[in-house]
């Protein structure tokens, strides 16, 4: 019986200590949009992983593999000189519209980001019109216990709630609501 009591008066004395000792959550967040174009209009513009002309914060996107699993692109933002995201094709269905890809390296100074993933997905809305689903799960960018200020929880969901309003308010321009 003393054992027992060792081991469970062990136990509580560790286990506050243990709650309070994590490291981060997975941060998911989704964003969508109802344009007016059908989808294979929006599709056509979305829908092939080498070019992402369409999004403002893209200078240049260059890749290798097309829409092949496993394809790579590297997206340079705002000018020729501008940071880069490296970024690897893992799912692709053309006739469902929908790809999912993942950042295989940024810098958290770019997006405050860790092992982000994403979906992209076009639907037809009931009526007419396209329903765009942009989605992803994401670590913070700094993997400890107290992270700093630009690179904690908060900063991670506002940098890709950016990355994703504003290129859905490039959408929304170009096909209307």
Known sequence: MRYFDHFLLTFLLILPGLAQAHGPTRQKLA???DVAAEPAAVWAVIGNFQDMSWHPAVFSTSGKGGNTIDATRVLTLKDAGGPTISEVLYKYDAAKMSYSYRITEVDVNVLPVTNYSSHLTVV???GGGSHIE???AFYRGYPNNDPPANLND????AAVGA???AGFDALEKKFGK
């Open 134 to 136: 942009w989605k992803g």
């Open 154 to 157: 908060e900063a991670a969901l």
């Open 163 to 165: 990355v994703y309003k």
């Open 31 to 33: 964003l969508s949009l």
């Open 124 to 126: 037809p809305k009931a």
